[in-house]
């Protein structure tokens, strides 16, 4: 059930996607591959799900938000894009595919990025079944979840970490930043949406700091443990680029041993949901297991 809905809801997220690729005649056919080209690559739609399942968990019909969950992608594609740059995390491989730079060179891909983020925001005022006020109050989310307090400023600490050794709470921060933001707008975005009250706002906010505290430690094992061809990626780039990681400042056990705190903190969390956070409940246990 959980896998089926993941992969329903997946395949929603990619025909909306194109819908709102295409939706107006590009200046530049260049720049409009280059988006395509990274957007459409494929991925879990983790974001874009969550999304639906904080707005199901209150007790809405998640997919009618499945536009602002698409904007929301648009700006985790944006992130990608730039992360992979030479003068990034400079990697020649995104998903099994070469990235964006490599294909359209490092001018295009900023480019790209840049048209992305962009797009995301005229996209996301788009959203039906919600009233100007709370789609400003969605914006305001993500707009802060994508800037200089959020994932722009965790890949900053990122950037001046390399070839340093950082302390956990310097690590902390960089990912509450780098990748915690995105997936706590993404779910108390779907949360405002479907009318949370302050109560249930608040732990579902809990849910997704811990979620996104999960996501990363359990990714940091990846890198040591994963396979390639499941990951897409070159295994042990982080080591490779003298970054500090969740493994590396303990030890693969130990940050096993915490990954397993952080979900259960995150399923605590979801218990006055009921059954109607079955599926979000169901997603933070699989982290313990992913492949990729």
Known sequence: MFKELWHERQQLVERQLVKELDAQQPLDKTLHD???YSLMAGGKRLRPILVMAAADAVGADGTKFLTTGCALEMIHTYSLIHDDLPAMDNDDYRRGKLTNHKVYGDGMAVLAGDALLTLAFEVMLRQEWADAATRLAVVREMSTAAGMNGMVGGQAIDLESEGHHISMETLRRMHMGKTGALFRAAIRSGAILAGANDEELALLTRYADKFGLAFQITDDI?????????????????????????????????????????????????????????FLRELVEYLLTRKN
């Open 222 to 278: 990846l890198d040591v443990t994963g396979d390639e061809k499941e990951i897409g990626k070159p295994v042990g780039s982080d080591l490779r680029n003298h970054k500090s990681t969740y493994v590396t400042l303990t030890s693969l056990e130990e940050a096993r041993e915490l990954a397993k705190t952080t979900v259960q903190e995150a399923v605590d969390a979801l218990a006055p949901f009921g059954s109607r956070a079955v």
């Open 34 to 36: 280059a988006m395509q």
